[in-house]
């Protein structure tokens, strides 16, 4: 009988095996992490595309998207919903390649620069005469379209009717009178203005667009500098010093809840919270754009919203491009469901904007005209880089009660390089 | 017949060969402790060294939006990351709050774990009450803090307090001038780590030996400061040693409780990982200056971390 040979020892080489198939092991697990696609094969031959959302305040949009999805016979369509900093988790995706096929965001051209989107002037070609000129503005980079615009989401301030009729104040027409409006509703209650918990970076584009500046010139120079623009920055401090704005607000701007609860008399925020602000609130609200800094300055509607793109990393592009004109351009019934039946947008197609009775009387109509007399769109050129010098600037200026013609070139020079290495 | 032979039978080489024994005896050990360690060795050149040595590479190139860029910029990186003022700031962020977590996570702990240990009844309720919130997450506790007791809105906790008394309002995390930001910031980490710092401090407790205690009563020595300044303190020199360097490595890595409660945006209160996280991995996407400073970063903490082995004499041989 053979004496049975005791376990060997590790020869080098089933060392090198062992090890290598562990690293294997470890990089597969960290590479076969979910990302949202549905798995292959799961639909014959069809591709499996990913779809990335951020998440919407409005109640049953995510069915709404799921629905839209599985409705779509071409192509498996998962949707990733993404609650909190969607937009840290898109950029993160964009480099890798478990990111999305199907996105939403806003174009900028550091995207369009490091090839991360793909034109899609093939599938709007037929339809591109219906966008409106603003949504195709903010999607062209060189002459390409990148993104189909979804929805126009104008962003105003809102104000409470009886509460500016106790207080004696009107609507204001000026920046001054926002500041002295702001500081008359304000008691020991309720505070006058709500722009943001972060003190009132979101006003950084209107109140530069409100002085007659702009962020960026035609020819892609730095718009916001000179003594205006300072001036303009300087009122959104004194109702910061004034102790005008309501600061620590459960939920941010962006959610009227600040506004419905009584913690403020007026309130920035978007077209989409209309709906939920009726149903709080009645008529006992009304609208009105940022004002004009004076009588040289004009008065703003930030023309904000979403797009959707496809990612230049999609292993079927064709397919990613068709399951968009499928969903944005082709079936007009959803895009009109996406913009009305949860929270209110505009339309970005011309006919279904004329044809959209929620949004032809009331607040809702009157939101409409200040967009179409006030909007401004984004410009595709300011890219993230530059927005968070500007950031730096504002929170500067209005935190800190720093010298804005100071503050204002240090953020001059953050753009102007970024232009630079942008377009040389 | 040995035991260890009736075991396991003798193989060929064993028997002839006892250097071949204990060689492969060797190799075994060798075998199994590839089999546990290997992973972990896998996970950390994947998952650390890789990244580690990658992010070395990006520093030297400008990746905007990339993570496999083209255009090598040398020191470009570094130099626009040292001379980049939020940078710096943010580094004086992380002193102010390692100059206000450290000593008190330290007094506190320590003050904490005296209370508990001298408490003859109910003792493991006492300790498990200040533990238990070692095991909540930052991140719950940041939105706990941010949206119930430090909003500024009257009907937060801390403003409902101070409304028994008259005062307004405060804009707890929104404002900078006061820095009251640092208040809810502090008290968020001190409630998280305080229970873990205790136990350690209870476990060096522990370790003395009440006959020094009682040898000091019999000196005259009076209970309370006397013996807390001669004996507790002293004894308790590796324990506090560990608190200090835990607490302080710890404070680098701020980040969760900044992040949620107070977000990137505000430039005021970004301790280095936040900026860094929001230069690179954020919306800039700007891999390479992350990178540069993440390295830069790195190096701050060796040379703080060997200031620190200086001056508290680790690795001394009466340590």
Known sequence: MPVPKPTAGMTRRDLLRAGAITAFAAFAAACGSNSGRPAAGGGGDKAALSQWYHQYGEAGTQQAALRYAKEYADAGVSVAWTPGDYGSKLASGLLSNQGPDVFESQLNYAMVKSGQVVPLDDILAETKSDFNDGALRANTVDGKVYGIKMIDDPQMIYYRKSLFDKAGVKPPTTVDELVAAAKALTTDKVKGLFIGNDGGLVLGIPSVNSSGGSLLTEDNKPGFTGERAAQAFSKVRQMYADKSLLLGAPADWADPSAFTQGLTAMQWCGLWAMPGIQKALGDDFGVFPYPALDAQGRAVVTSGGWSTFVSAKSKDVEAAKAFVKWLWIDKTELQEDWCLSYGFHIPPRKSLAAKAAKLQTGPAAEAVKLNTDHGVVDNPAWTPKMASAYNDMLTNVIKKGADPAAEITKAEKTVTTELSRLFG | ?319
């Open chain 2, 1 to 319: 017949m040995s035991v260890r032979s009736a075991i396991r039978p003798a193989s060929v080489d064993e028997t002839t060969n006892p250097t071949a024994s204990k060689s492969k005896g060797i190799k075994g050990n060798t075998f199994w402790f590839w089999v546990f360690v290997g992973p972990f060795v896998a996970g950390l050149l994947v998952f650390s060294y890789l990244p580690i040595l990658w992010s070395l590479v990006l520093s030297f190139f400008e990746a905007q939006n990339t993570v496999t860029p083209t255009k090598f910029v040398g020191l470009q990186n570094y130099v626009d990351m040292l001379t980049d003022p939020n940078f710096l700031s943010s580094l004086g962020t992380f002193s102010i709050f390692a100059v206000f977590i450290v000593p008190l996570t330290f007094v506190l702990s320590l003050a904490l774990a005296l209370l508990v240990n001298q408490v003859k009844v109910a003792r493991v309720f006492f300790r498990s009450v200040f533990f238990l919130p070692t095991a909540c997450s930052y991140v719950v506790a940041s939105l706990i803090w941010k949206l119930s007791i430090f909003n500024g809105v009257r009907f937060g906790l801390a403003n409902t307090v101070l409304g028994w008394f008259g005062v307004d309002q405060i804009a707890w995390l929104s404002t900078s001038d006061p820095p009251w930001f640092w208040l809810p910031i502090v008290t968020v980490r001190l409630w998280l780590q305080l229970g873990f710092y205790m136990i350690l401090f209870i476990a060096g407790l522990q370790r003395i030996s009440p006959t020094l205690y009682e040898a000091a009563y019999v000196d005259g020595a009076k209970p309370g400061w006397q013996t807390f300044r001669f004996i507790t303190l002293p004894q308790l020199r590796a324990t506090s040693i560990a608190v200090l360097l835990l607490n302080l490595i710890a404070a680098y890595q701020a980040f969760d409780e900044f992040y949620n409660l107070i977000g990137s945006t505000a430039n005021y209160a970004r301790p280095p990982l936040v900026y860094l996280y929001t230069v690179s991995l954020g919306s800039i996407q700007d891999l390479g200056r992350g990178s540069a400073g993440a390295l830069i970063l790195a190096v701050i903490i060796m040379l703080l971390t060997l200031l620190q082995n200086k001056i508290f004499g680790f690795g001394k041989a009466n340590d």
